[in-house]
Structures are given as C-alpha cells and as structure tokens.
C-alpha cells in the first residue's frame, strides 16, 4: 500500500534560519513525488517534483527536495526562512502513472517568527 | 495561460438552495478534478474527469453532482448540502499521461459555507 507521513504537524522557526520539512513515503512503485504549499484561503502550489531525474531538485522560492531512496524520504529544506513562507506544506506521492493514484501527506504547518 | 480559474470565490447557501462552482483552463489539460478540503486537512478527492468523462467518483454523495461541458470547463452542481459540506472546494488540472512529470495544477477554490 502506498502511504505518505510528514513527521512534523507544525514546525516554527526564526526569520533568517534554516527550514526543514519531513516527509516519508511508501510505494511499491518508482514514485513521482511533490511538494505543494498552500497559504491561508489559497489554493495549492507546486513548489517542487521529483520524477527519477536528479535526485536533488530544486524550486521556486528558494526550496529544494532531496530524494532518498534508502531512507524512502523527500525532505524539504530551505536555507533562510522568510516571513512569506509561513504556509501549509504538503508532501504528495503519485503512486504509479495512473493520474488518479495521488496520495496527499497530512500536512505541516509552518510558521516563521520575526 | 497557465492557470486554473475557480468561481466564485466564496459562497453562502441554505439546505434548500442550489448553486454551482465552476472552474476553467485553457492549458490543454485533459483531465479535471475536484477536491474538498476541511480546515487543516488535507484535499481529499471527489471526482476525476479524464477527456470529459467522469472516470472516478470517490463515493460522493449525490447531492454533488460534477459536470464537464467540454476539456475546458468543469462544474460542481450542490443541492440540499448539509452544514458539514462546508469547505474549501478545489479544481484541479493536469495532463492525463504525463502528470508523473508535471503534477497538477489548482485553482484557489471556492470557500462555501452551508447555512
């Protein structure tokens, strides 16, 4: 079965450090996989996505994912948090090739203090 | 273009009413869905429209009723909605053999409020 856990529910930092996110998936395929941030009465936006390209993927707003294979993990990091990155993140695995095997993470919400 | 577009925006509805969401692209996706979304949660997925049919139904309630007139429009037609149907309700798009790569897109939803 396929599954996706992101080990935070909410994560704070300061402006100007490091941000890390957590997520953990499980598949029984090749997995696509994607981060997506969605700030307050949004939509969802794609941050970044792995598709067994690099393994190390960079995206917009200065974020990048690495994929492990061997720790089955897509973290997400960021090396200065900025007030405007105080969003929801999620971690999404698409599980196969199929459009309709996307598997949402539950979320972490992350807060960014001045 | 590389938007999805979602109206309205907000909206406020009694038991009895009937409305209708609508969401458009014009990035040549051809497949469209639509998502609930709860405070806190994440989307949870309602249906699936891939070439204009309706290949999933996640075990919606028939007071939803999805319709897509042609590859660039996608309704969501609410009748006799209970208060817990309030929610943010998302449109997304993506293409239809190739989403591994490209994942999906999504518009900024609808925030209804069943009074």
């Known amino acids: 079965a396929q599954s996706v856990t992101q080990l935070d529910s909410h994560v704070s930092v300061s402006e100007g450090t490091p941000v890390l996110l957590r997520c953990n998936y499980s598949?029984?395929?090749?997995?696509?996989l994607f981060w997506y941030v969605q700030h307050p009465n949004k939509g969802l936006q794609l941050l970044l996505k792995?598709?067994?390209?690099?393994?190390l993927v960079k995206g917009i707003n200065g974020f990048e994912a690495e994929f492990k294979k061997s720790e089955t993990s897509f973290h997400l990091t960021k090396p200065s948090a900025h007030m405007s990155d105080a969003a929801e993140y999620f971690c999404?695995?698409?599980?196969?090739?199929?459009?309709?095997?996307?598997?949402f993470g539950p979320g972490t919400s992350l807060s960014v203090i001045p | 273009d590389t938007e999805v577009t979602q109206t309205p925006k907000h909206l406020v509805m009694g038991m009895t009413n009937k409305k209708s969401l609508k969401c458009e692209q014009h990035m040549g996706h051809r497949a469209m869905y639509w998502y609930k979304q709860k405070a806190k949660k994440p989307p949870e997925l309602m249906f699936v429209y891939s070439y204009e049919k309706l290949s999933i139904n996640e075990s919606v309630p028939s007071r939803f009723s999805p319709e897509c007139p042609n590859s660039s429009l996608l309704n969501l037609h609410l009748h006799a909605l209970q208060p817990e149907d309030s929610a943010l309700y998302l449109c997304a798009s993506s293409q239809v053999v190739t989403v591994s790569n490209y994942g999906y897109t999504f518009g900024s939803g609808t925030r209804l409020t069943v009074v």
């Open positions: 999404v695995v698409l599980a196969g090739t199929s459009y309709d095997k996307v598997i």
């Open positions: 598949s029984s395929y090749s997995p696509s």
């Open positions: 792995y598709t067994s390209a690099a393994t």
